[in-house]
């Protein structure tokens, strides 16, 4: 751990930009490895349901952050033909995870694909 208070401010400014983009690999790749357990059925072991319970029982993720994983899983998997893995990394934690929300609606996220490049293009900007 830093004291912060010992940081100068321009150290500042760049700390918490480059934790950013870590914020973004690292939940990324969070996912992937949700989507991995899920794929492979790795949480029945565990005497798991679902793969958003074993993050709650593995991780102690809230019953949100199980469900926010798992839907950034799920487009990074059924939309990789529009959505990459660094296009993700791209998009503020908040924006893809509203993205992947959009996406798991059974009313639109079905048509997520048509609309995929304009939101990762301005979906950082808009809130």
């Not at 793969?51 to 998997?77: I, P, Q």
């Amino acid at each position: 751990m830093f004291d912060v208070g010992l940081v100068d401010d321009g150290e500042v400014v760049g700390l918490f930009g480059a934790l950013e983009v870590e914020r973004r690999r690292r939940e990324v790749e969070l996912a992937l490895l949700v989507g991995e357990v899920e794929a492979r059925n790795l949480y029945e072991p565990d005497g798991m349901r679902t793969v958003e319970s074993w993050c709650r029982g593995t991780a102690r993720w809230t019953t949100s952050e199980a469900r926010h994983a798992h839907r950034v899983a799920r487009l990074l998997r059924d939309h990789c033909d529009v959505i990459s893995v660094d296009a993700a990394i791209a998009v503020p934690v908040g924006h893809l995870r509203e993205i992947a929300r959009a996406a798991a609606n059974p009313r639109c996220g079905d048509q997520i694909s048509a609309v995929m490049p304009a939101l990762l293009r301005w979906g950082d900007t808009l809130d």
